[in-house]
């Protein structure tokens, strides 16, 4: 398990997590215009445990066949654990994503996506309940980024008031920083990718189940925001969430919320690219800033290491 070095691999999947996210928050809100938010989760989601579904069953056949009597009895025990782990985050993932899907209904995107970076400063702040050491350097690294955030997504002449949107992202970021933390204790344990399956099994289950008690979902609408609904089925949930879990074996969590958040970053990017929407100096001085704490943020460790080194010598 790799709980102090951060791989290269790791900053690949976590990367492509974060530009999958972005670009994908186009598809969320053309869905959102068609369909409601239990109804969009709990489609979207299932969709990604039937992508990974046929990958599971695949891999599983060719393990079970080569195995002994023993082999195979372990092998189950592994994959109750991965239901009872997948179980767990997947409860946290439909919480955090359904506040996140409401808060469209009361506050702006700008804002939302702001505060739900706010996971970025949870994660480090819950995993010292954990007794966990975060390098001073990382913490600097996490405020830069909020200074990026702020550039990126807020206008200060355009703040207006605290609503429900916003008290609705912001309990959202809290339970994205659990997931990510839980990711982090879990995934190194089991299969990521029949860990991603199983979590989005049960997220999709419990919002179709809340789908049904609190919205009326409509054939028609649904088929109106399929190609909204694909993408981020299939991209988002299917391959992002796994990349999440994969790339997480490999990555210290503060420093994986940090890449994760390149999300805003590459939505801004996205929607100049593909709505033609015009990037400010602001946003891109934005931008910049996200790059520069992410990239210090992965010789945070290295840098500290030496600074102790050179006081000791001094």
Same mark, same amino acid.
């Given at each position: 398990?790799?709980?102090? @070095?951060?791989?290269?691999? $790791?900053?690949?999947?976590?990367?492509?997590?974060?530009?999958?996210?972005?670009? /994908?928050?186009?598809?969320?809100?053309?869905?959102?215009?068609?369909?409601?938010?239990?109804?969009? *989760?709990?489609?979207?989601?299932?969709?990604?445990?039937?992508?990974?579904?046929?990958?599971?069953?695949?891999?599983?056949? +060719? @393990?079970?066949?080569?195995?002994?009597?023993?082999?195979?009895?372990?092998?189950?025990?592994?994959?109750?654990?991965?239901?009872?782990?997948?179980? &767990?985050?997947?409860?946290?993932?439909?919480?955090?994503?359904?506040?996140?899907?409401?808060?469209?209904? %009361?506050?702006?995107?700008?804002?939302?996506?702001?505060?739900?970076?706010? %996971?970025?400063?949870?994660?480090?702040?819950?995993?010292?309940?954990?007794?966990?050491?975060?390098?001073?350097? !990382?913490?600097?690294?996490?405020? &830069?980024?909020?200074?990026?955030?702020?550039?990126?997504? +807020?206008?200060? *002449?355009?703040?207006?008031?605290?609503?429900?949107?916003?008290?609705? =992202?912001?309990?959202?970021?809290?339970?994205?920083?659990?997931?990510?933390?839980?990711?982090?204790?879990?995934?190194?344990?089991?299969?990521?990718?029949?860990? /991603?399956?199983?979590?989005?099994?049960?997220?999709?289950?419990? /919002?179709?189940?809340?789908?049904?008690?609190?919205?009326?979902?409509?054939?028609?609408?649904?088929?109106?925001?399929?190609?909204?609904?694909?993408?981020?089925?299939?991209?988002?949930?299917?391959?992002? %969430?796994?990349?999440?879990?994969?790339?997480?074996?490999? =990555?210290?969590? =503060?420093?994986?919320?940090?890449?994760?958040?390149?999300?805003?970053?590459? $939505?801004?990017?996205?929607?100049?690219?593909?709505?033609?929407?015009?990037?400010?100096?602001?946003?891109?001085?934005?931008?910049?800033?996200?790059?520069?704490?992410?990239?210090?943020?992965?010789?945070?460790?290295? +840098? !500290?290491?030496?600074?102790? =080194?050179?006081?000791?010598?001094?």
């Amino acid at each position: 398990m790799v709980t102090n @070095k951060t791989q290269f691999k $790791g900053v690949i999947m976590l990367l492509l997590t974060a530009f999958v996210w972005g670009s /994908s928050f186009v598809a969320q809100s053309v869905g959102m215009e068609s369909i409601e938010a239990f109804t969009f *989760n709990g489609i979207r989601t299932l969709m990604g445990a039937l992508v990974l579904l046929p990958v599971v069953l695949i891999k599983d056949g +060719i @393990k079970v066949n080569g195995m002994n009597h023993e082999g195979r009895a372990h092998h189950k025990a592994l994959n109750k654990k991965t239901i009872i782990y997948g179980s &767990v985050l997947g409860v946290f993932l439909c919480i955090a994503s359904n506040f996140q899907q409401f808060a469209f209904n %009361y506050s702006e995107s700008g804002k939302i996506a702001f505060i739900t970076a706010l %996971y970025m400063f949870f994660v480090p702040l819950l995993g010292l309940v954990f007794r966990k050491k975060v390098p001073v350097l !990382t913490w600097i690294c996490v405020a &830069v980024g909020f200074v990026g955030l702020y550039f990126l997504c +807020i206008d200060p *002449n355009n703040l207006g008031t605290i609503n429900l949107g916003d008290i609705l =992202t912001f309990i959202c970021a809290i339970f994205f920083a659990v997931h990510i933390l839980l990711v982090e204790k879990l995934a190194p344990d089991v299969d990521g990718v029949k860990l /991603s399956c199983v979590q989005f099994f049960v997220s999709g289950s419990i /919002s179709c189940i809340l789908m049904f008690i609190f919205e009326s979902p409509n054939i028609g609408a649904i088929s109106t925001a399929i190609v909204p609904l694909l993408y981020s089925g299939v991209m988002s949930c299917g391959f992002a %969430y796994t990349f999440q879990i994969i790339g997480q074996k490999y =990555t210290e969590a =503060t420093v994986a919320s940090l890449l994760m958040c390149m999300e805003s970053v590459f $939505g801004v990017l996205c929607g100049a690219l593909i709505l033609h929407e015009t990037l400010t100096g602001r946003e891109i001085v934005g931008c910049v800033i996200m790059f520069v704490a992410i990239i210090v943020s992965q010789v945070a460790d290295i +840098i !500290t290491v030496k600074l102790k =080194t050179v006081f000791r010598k001094g």
